[in-house]
């Protein structure tokens, strides 16, 4: 073992000593920006893979365009005009605009639509 009595104590100089010695290294921290960002695109994540799954749906079977067309309306079922007496007191506007598939679902339709009159031959009148 070594005795630490027998050394002399030693002053040193602050300003002897390189600043790269004196300042501590912390780990870059990413800004808050790009952290909140990173937050967000991992929320929008699953919402972009459902709208990618929709969109890769292929009509190919009449069956299927005729469930897809009788299941998603040609409008929004929630826009009305609230009348009394026949004057309109207040108008709801579509809510459909909020849906975040609501193109996708729209598009799909539309997609159902055309096969059924374009590859099926049949009238398309009764889904308008």
Known sequence: MVDATNYPPRSINLSDLSPQL???KFPKVPQWGRLLQKLQD????PLQLLKARIDQV???DADLAHLLCQLIPAQCPFERD???????L????????LNPFYEQVVFLRFRALCYLADECGE??????
């Open 90 to 97: 207040f108008h709801i506007p579509p809510m459909c605009k």
């Open 123 to 128: 009238d398309v009148g009764q889904y308008c």
């Open 22 to 24: 004196i300042t501590p």
């Open 82 to 88: 609230i009348k009394v007496f026949g004057k309109v």
């Open 42 to 45: 991992f929320g929008k994540a």
């Open 58 to 60: 292929e009509v190919q």
